[in-house]
């Protein structure tokens, strides 16, 4: 890695809404595996998700970047502009696009629990290295999943991923947190028009610098795993 080359950690969600947890975990892993900054990646949408209650993509990423604020985290809904519906396309594109960034992807162990239902997991895997954060109640099932039984070949100790020059893939990281109990599903219950404090408001992009307009719905474009 050349003294040029930005290290980036890639976390990818509905954002529905965005909260301190998704902030707390963020700063945990940047300092965790060295990392210049984070990127959180907005989906437009997530089949493995119920499309009811899904706010508009401008609302969310507004959320996001309050919850962003001055941290070394950038907000992003680039798999608009990509016209990418799998995760492992937008990742293969965002590599293409970034050539002078090594990028990590970061995943909690509930999403390695079912990684195995993504397309061309294994491709995302040889793409750059997967850290995955702990999770309550998911450690189990992750342990367990098809995918851990062929990544846990390629489990690097933190201390040397952090400390490691050049980057290769696949490469696995587990990352012990403290539980978080804050979650999107508990603060939409709690605040079910939480995205109409957000009516209309149209948020730049904080990597591609374009404006995303409150008038694209969430349902016209889907990140998909």
Do not use: C
Not at 122 to 131: K, L, T
Not at 148 to 158: E, I, K, N, S
Not at 179 to 205: E, K, L, N, Q, V
């Amino acid at each position: 890695m050349s003294f040029s080359t930005r290290r980036v950690g890639l976390l990818g969600g509905s954002f529905n809404p965005a909260h301190g947890g998704h902030r707390r975990i963020s700063l945990f892993a940047r300092e965790a595996l060295g990392l210049d900054e984070i990127w959180w990646l907005v989906s437009p949408g997530n089949p493995l998700k119920p499309k009811a209650g899904m706010a508009p993509l401008a609302a969310r990423v507004a959320s996001a970047i309050d919850q962003a604020r001055r941290a070394p985290i950038r907000v992003t809904a680039i798999e608009r502009e990509l016209d990418t519906r799998y995760t492992v396309d937008t990742l293969a594109a965002i590599r293409r696009r970034y050539p002078r960034r090594d990028f990590v992807w970061l995943m909690g162990s509930d999403n390695l629990a079912q990684f195995h239902r993504w397309k061309d997991w294994r491709g995302i895997a040889r793409s750059m290295p997967i850290a995955v954060i702990a999770r309550p109640g998911y450690d189990g099932a992750a342990v367990a999943s098809p995918a851990m039984a062929w990544l846990g070949r390629f489990r690097v100790p933190l201390a040397s991923f952090r400390n490691g020059g050049e980057w290769s893939a696949p490469a696995l990281v587990t990352l012990r947190f403290d539980p978080d109990p804050r979650s999107a599903t508990a603060i939409r219950r709690a605040d079910p028009d939480w995205a109409s404090r957000h009516a209309g408001s149209s948020p730049r992009d904080q990597v591609t610098h374009r404006i995303i307009p409150s008038l694209i719905h969430h349902g016209e474009e889907t990140l998909t795993p």
